[in-house]
């Protein structure tokens, strides 16, 4: 039995991973820590857990962590993690960071977006944990870099089309919308429910940190430099982001053919489902669990591609796709502890 533990394991994120790894049959939860609930049980801050997961939080230590696992999810705010990931390496543990520390191969990029790096050493050694896309880099990986919720809602959908050039790489937006989860468990005046309810806004349009992470990514698989209109929306509930994304496609490109590429790339994909015309994704089909909904239409008159994405963005956007990124590295199926069934409603 695999020995796990969750740095970090009282935020939302953090508890997605509790939830789905307490349901899954090839490891064994052995170490939970919290700074700011040490000594709590672990259903005493999630009672929904109560009798499922009842082990009590501890501060992390280094040496009590590195005994007592063998793959580590760091579940922490950015920059965290670049302090602690270090020690974990050199002690043989292979690393899941859920934080933005390890999502990029240039320092210099990341510094510009969040905070100057500590470890940069360890940068080309991660692989960017975008599970459908770099699977057999992942199998060999020893630290992960899972991306952002929003990335993954971009990325999937996009990085089949750029491979096969299938749209004009200069001409994309991203409009996507996210529930209040998305910004994590600490309080802000901005995340109250007299805030959010009743209402809908953009928010930190065209500087939000998570657009240099997508455009390396799209850099890459195009070849050549991509840049990207990114705009975030703040929506009225607990989880969800349906993503819209809107593209020059290329001459001759049909909505077929844009399908046929998305179903081949992910014929092998547990957790992507096109969606059939007519019937665009929601968030509600996919609440809770890893899948990853995705819809196409193509505007005949204007040449203009809309590709849409549908995710959980605390489990397909966090917690889930890093447990799906721990299976790969351990050689365990991919969809195990993944499989919950959507809830109709």
């Known amino acids: 039995m695999i020995r796990v533990g969750v740095v970090g394991a009282t935020g939302y994120a953090g508890a997605e991973l509790v939830r789905i790894l307490a349901g899954h049959r090839g490891v064994e939860l052995?170490?939970?820590?919290?700074?700011?609930?040490?000594?709590?049980?672990?259903?005493?801050?999630?009672?929904s857990m109560a009798g499922v997961v009842d082990r009590p939080l501890e501060a992390y230590d280094p040496e009590s962590a590195a005994e007592r696992t063998d793959l580590l999810f760091m579940s922490l705010p950015h920059k965290l993690p670049m302090a602690l990931v270090p020690d974990l390496l050199a002690r043989g543990k292979?690393?899941?960071?859920?934080?933005?520390?390890?999502?990029?191969?240039?320092?210099?990029?990341?510094?510009?977006?969040?905070?100057?790096?500590?470890?940069?050493?360890?940068?080309?050694?991660?692989?960017?944990?975008?599970?459908?896309?770099?699977?057999?880099?992942?199998?060999?990986?020893?630290?992960?870099?899972?991306?952002?919720?929003?990335?993954?809602?971009?990325?999937?959908?996009?990085?089949?089309?750029?491979?096969?050039r299938m749209l004009l790489s200069q001409s994309l937006v991203a409009d996507s919308k996210s529930g209040v989860s998305g910004a994590g468990r600490s309080p802000a005046q901005a995340t109250l429910f007299c805030e959010v309810a009743e209402s809908f806004k953009a928010y930190k349009v065209g500087t939000h940190r998570h657009t240099p992470e997508m455009e390396q990514i799209l850099t890459r698989e195009a070849g050549q430099p991509v840049a990207l209109t990114f705009v975030p929306h703040l929506v009225p509930m607990s989880r969800g982001m349906l993503t819209t994304l809107y593209g020059r496609a290329q001459k001759g490109v049909s909505s077929?053919?844009?399908?046929?590429?998305?179903?081949?790339?992910?014929?092998?994909?547990?957790?992507?489902?096109?969606?059939?015309?007519?019937?665009?994704?929601?968030?509600?089909?996919?609440?809770?669990?890893?899948?990853?909904?995705?819809?196409?239409?193509?505007?005949?008159?204007?040449?203009?591609?809309?590709?849409?994405?549908?995710?959980?963005?605390?489990?397909?956007?966090?917690?889930?796709?890093?447990v799906q990124n721990m299976n790969l590295m351990l050689g365990l199926p991919e969809t195990e502890g993944l499989t919950a069934v959507p809830a109709p409603l």
């Open 94 to 164: 292979r690393v899941v960071d859920l934080s933005a520390d390890f999502r990029f191969r240039d320092a210099a990029l990341y510094e510009q977006a969040y905070q100057p790096h500590s470890s940069p050493e360890l940068l080309p050694r991660a692989v960017y944990g975008l599970a459908e896309v770099y699977r057999e880099e992942i199998r060999t990986a020893e630290l992960i870099g899972n991306p952002g919720c929003y990335p993954t809602s971009v990325l999937l959908p996009l990085v089949p089309l750029i491979r096969r």
């Open 256 to 322: 077929a053919a844009v399908r046929d590429c998305l179903a081949d790339f992910y014929r092998d994909a547990p957790f992507i489902r096109i969606c059939p015309d007519g019937r665009p994704p929601d968030t509600r089909h996919v609440r809770g669990t890893n899948y990853c909904d995705i819809g196409v239409h193509l505007e005949e008159k204007t040449g203009r591609l809309i590709v849409m994405a549908a995710i959980d963005n605390l489990v397909k956007g966090a917690a889930g796709q890093a």
């Open 30 to 47: 052995s170490l939970l820590t919290s700074r700011q609930h040490a000594g709590a049980g672990f259903s005493d801050i999630y009672p």
